[in-house]
């Protein structure tokens, strides 16, 4: 079984990984220093709109991260996102604390780019203070996954 797992492992595309993982650090990185640890910063309209535009394309490159793993290892055919991340999840890549956070954060996405209803800046605001670090905890563990 182990032959198995180590062949399939080998049909992840590293480099698109590691590539995902660049974009998710450079999105934190912009977001953060768009924030400067100022919520006066998320009054303007550009700096937000900075600030969400890098979330999202931090949360893209997880999805796209999480679809191609779950194809590759031939988890399932996942119909959205959410499939993708919760066979990470069943197949231990992933824990159910992480499992959550990315929901939320899938949550989050869609309110801010689909206006489901009005984005509350402090919502925003708790993103940015204490949640980017999720997408960091996200990239360790893929990392690890896929070094193993």
């Not at 924030?35 to 969400?52: A, E, F, H, R, V």
């Not at 590759?72 to 197949?91: C, F, H, M, W, Y």
């Not at 959550?100 to 009005?118: C, D, P």
């Amino acid at each position: 079984m182990v032959y198995c797992i180590e062949r399939v492992v080998r049909l992840i595309d590293r480099g698109m990984i590691f590539n995902k993982v660049g974009t998710i650090e450079r999105c934190l990185e912009r977001a953060r220093d768009v924030y400067d640890g100022n919520p006066d910063n998320l009054k303007d309209n550009t700096k937000q709109d900075s600030i969400i535009m890098n979330i999202q394309r931090a949360l893209v490159a997880v999805q796209d991260i999480s679809m191609h793993i779950v194809v590759t290892q031939k988890l399932g055919i996942p119909q959205n996102s959410r499939d993708a991340i919760e066979a990470l999840e069943e197949v231990g890549i992933i824990d159910g604390d992480m499992l959550k956070k990315l929901k939320a954060m899938i949550g989050f996405r869609n309110i801010a780019v689909h206006s489901y209803q009005k984005l509350n800046m402090e919502i925003l605001r708790g993103v940015i203070e204490n949640n980017l670090c999720d997408f960091e905890e996200f990239t360790d563990r893929i990392m690890k996954y896929i070094r193993r």
